[in-house]
């Protein structure tokens, strides 16, 4: 199996791993919470966002990462943690509600953008993240998933 096919496998994994996870333990316990109290743990992982920019960091990235890709990543994760903590910050006011939408909008596209950026426009090979691997096919695929079930909470009736 080629490392492509090896990354392609360890993302979705890990987004159906993550998933479950979300399905069996997550989504029961905060189903029936407002949504301030349930968006806040799913927010709280969000503030960690910081640690994208390991991927300024020479030596902890493959040298051949572009620096366009790396500064995108670190950028974008700066943006969903700054706009995670603003959320947290907001949870007693009327435009919570608007903030939750703006940051899992950004969050998400942030997300996706990097994907579609590094395998189609940058061509990059999983090799390429060097000791950064793991964020792709882990930490990536589980924020994701928190990223989907703020949907479904933002989406439900009850809020």
Known sequence: MD???????????GIISWSFV????????????????????????????????????????????????????????????SLAWLCLASTQSKNFKTFLWIFNIVGLLDLLHAFYEGRIVLNITPGDFGGAYFFPIL??????????????LLMRKKS
């Open 3 to 13: 490392q492509l096919s090896i990354f392609q496998l360890s993302v979705a994994l």
């Open 22 to 81: 979300a399905y069996k333990y997550i989504w029961p316990k905060i189903k029936g919470l407002s949504l301030v109290k349930a968006s806040e743990p799913l927010l709280t992982v969000h503030i960690f966002r910081y640690i994208g920019l390991a991927f300024l960091v020479p030596g902890f990235v493959g040298i051949d990462l572009p620096y366009e890709f790396s500064i995108g990543a670190a950028i974008g994760d700066i943006t969903a943690a």
């Open 139 to 152: 930490f990536v695929p589980f924020l994701i998933v928190t990223h989907i079930v703020i949907f479904l």
